[in-house]
């Protein structure tokens, strides 16, 4: 029951954090509540956080049995790689604008369907399309796996792989074209040697 109640928190989680960036919903609440709309990221991220403290307090309280753990040579590599994941967290974070993305710059743009930000193409989005979340797979697959932390790290890569294709139809939208002949070039979730964009092949896709 531990784990049924653990999958469904999740999906709870999933959903409403899905649904809500949806455009048809931020429409919804843009025709109903006009005044409140434009701290309408800082209202999802607020209700993002309370939705994803039951799934990892579950986690925390009832971490199940343990079915691997690193050791030795093999730990040395998975704490380098959740390294390389925080940093890479770290660096993608400054190719954003984090006071908006948070919430705390109000977004007085009246259209659901156009970008708060202008298309952007930093170092990292030229190898990964998702940077973030590729960096975040590194960190949750590089930990002890106990049953409840498998669980998670199951769904929630799954989330991210169909999260990504519900984001991108969105990046489409208020994008266009430019957003296309990008995902075109560059891979979605992990970088792939033979796929990415040089600078100035970038820089071309922004001024387009």
């Not at 039951?54 to 390294?83: C, D, F, K, T």
């Not at 369907?113 to 940077?131: C, G, N, Q, Y």
């Not at 074209?177 to 796929?195: N, S, T």
Request: aromatic content about 18%; glycine content about 6%.
């Amino acid at each position: 029951m531990i784990y049924l109640l653990l999958i469904f928190f999740w999906l709870v989680f999933f959903t409403l954090h899905s649904f809500t960036a949806s455009h048809g919903f931020k429409q919804w609440f843009l025709n109903h509540y006009p005044r409140v709309f434009p701290y309408y990221r800082l209202i999802y991220n607020v209700v993002s956080l309370l939705t994803l403290l039951a799934p990892l307090s579950l986690v925390y309280i009832h971490p199940g049995p343990m079915l691997w753990e690193w050791r030795s040579g093999a730990q040395i590599v998975a704490n380098a790689l959740a390294g390389i994941g925080l940093l890479g967290f770290v660096l993608s974070a400054g190719c954003y604008d984090n006071a908006r993305f948070l919430g705390f710059k109000p977004n007085h743009n009246p259209r659901v369907d156009v970008a708060e930000e202008p298309f952007s193409i930093s170092t990292l989005h030229r190898f990964v399309r998702h940077p973030w979340y590729f960096f975040g797979l590194l960190l949750i697959w590089t930990r002890d796996m106990s049953l409840s932390w498998f669980i998670t790290c199951i769904l929630g890569t799954l989330y991210l792989y169909l999260g990504s294709l519900l984001e991108e139809h969105k990046l489409m939208i208020e994008h266009g074209d430019a957003y296309r002949r990008y995902r075109q070039r560059v891979p979605g979730l992990f970088p792939l040697p033979w796929r990415y964009l040089s600078r100035a092949e970038a820089d071309q896709l922004q001024q387009r």
